[in-house]
């Protein structure tokens, strides 16, 4: 017979899951969540819908005169391309417009989602042989609307064009950095790509609308494209080394000379204003007779007459002032060092009247004489 511990040890084993196990478990749902690199979805196949669809889907859209021309063209490789995807697909020239539909052979629920899309790619001026990419399992397309962003039709051109880029370079290198193919055409933009690249257009396109260059986000993405590339980077945050922009509003509206500040709000109504009376009795007038008030009223215009008399005096006097003369600076005293010696200067002049114009010093004369001699010895 088992013994209580003995017991009790089974029961754990066998019921509940030990710490290790517990841990164990723990590291296989991490490893769970993590797609491996290179893992691929298996495609969509007969085998999966073998029963095929319940009931028949279809889409329409329509396309502008322009595009008549080339849909005329590349409508038999669009209907032979479908067809492999058991879609039937349709070309009113008539109305305009571009029809998709299933059939009872179609198995595969999504191809009439991805047939819709092909067909308004093509409607948007996407060649053919990009938009049939959209058929694709990997690919995604994204018709981005930007003819209401902005309101002047100038400066949408001007913004539309900085997107493009001279001879299309910033639009190349977009297409470049996010894997996509990006076409302009009127007042959409259509990107057709990978998932994340899809998304990184979508953001470009509208900060340009925004009067956002498109380089600072193509600097943006560079960098990122490069930390993407380092294993230990990938999984940290990436805001330190991303660049920040700030915004320069170069076009700041003139603020007024005169600010009218708004006085804080009382319940309390506003004083009443004081009338003549009550100015009379604050400073006594009111009790003063008619003939001093007079006297009163002649005096204060006596002394305003007086004191303009005397400001226009002194402004004519002002003419009469002499302007104040400038300092003269006094000659310094030469030094004993910069003195200059005359007596030798004239002994200079003295030699120099002596010697004849071009004539030898007397050194280079006694040496000449001395070699003469020795020549006729």
Wanted: proline share 6%; net charge positive; glycine share 4%.
């Amino acid at each position: 017979m088992a013994t209580p511990k003995e017991a009790e040890s089974g029961e754990g084993a066998a019921g509940g899951r030990t710490p290790k196990a517990k841990k164990a478990s723990k590291v296989d749902d991490s490893e769970l969540l993590t797609v491996p690199d290179g893992w691929k979805e298996p495609a969509f196949a007969r085998e999966d819908n073998p029963r095929g669809l319940l009931e028949e889907s279809s889409f329409a859209t329509l396309f502008p005169k322009y595009r008549e021309a080339y849909l005329k063209e590349c409508w038999p490789l669009v209907q032979k391309t479908l067809t492999e995807h058991h879609i039937n697909a349709a070309l009113d020239l008539i109305e305009g417009s571009m029809t998709v539909s299933t059939t009872k052979k179609t198995f595969d629920p999504y191809i009439i989602i991805r047939a819709r899309d092909l067909i308004k790619l093509l409607a948007r001026s996407v060649p053919f042989e990009q938009a049939v990419r959209i058929l694709e399992d990997d690919v995604a397309c994204d018709i981005i609307k930007i003819g209401s962003l902005v309101r002047n039709r100038e400066r949408f051109i001007k913004r539309r064009q900085r997107l493009i880029g001279p001879n299309g370079s910033t639009l190349k290198a977009l297409e470049l950095l996010t894997n996509c193919y990006i076409m302009v055409q009127g007042n959409t933009v259509s990107a057709l790509g990978p998932f994340n690249g899809l998304k990184e257009v979508r953001k470009v396109v509208l900060d340009t609308m925004k009067n956002i260059h498109p380089i600072y986000n193509i600097k943006t993405l560079m960098i990122k494209r490069e930390l993407s590339k380092d294993p230990e980077l990938r999984l940290q945050n990436w805001e330190r080394f991303l660049p920040k922009f700030k915004h320069k509003n170069l076009n700041k509206r003139k603020e007024p000379q005169k600010k009218n500040v708004k006085k804080e709000y009382t319940p309390f109504p506003p004083p009443q204003p004081e009338s003549q009376i009550d100015k009379e009795l604050a400073s006594g007038e009111y009790f003063l007779k008619e003939s001093q008030k007079k006297r009163k009223r002649v005096e204060e215009i006596k002394a305003k007459q007086a004191e303009a008399i005397s400001r226009r005096q002194e402004e004519r006097n002002k003419a009469f002032i002499p302007p104040k003369e400038k300092t003269v600076v006094k000659p310094k005293k030469a030094s004993a060092e910069t003195k200059i010696d005359i007596q030798a200067i004239k002994e200079k002049v003295k030699k120099a009247k002596k010697k004849k114009l071009g004539a030898l010093p007397e050194e280079e004369v006694k040496l000449k004489i001395a070699a003469d001699a020795k020549k006729k010895k």
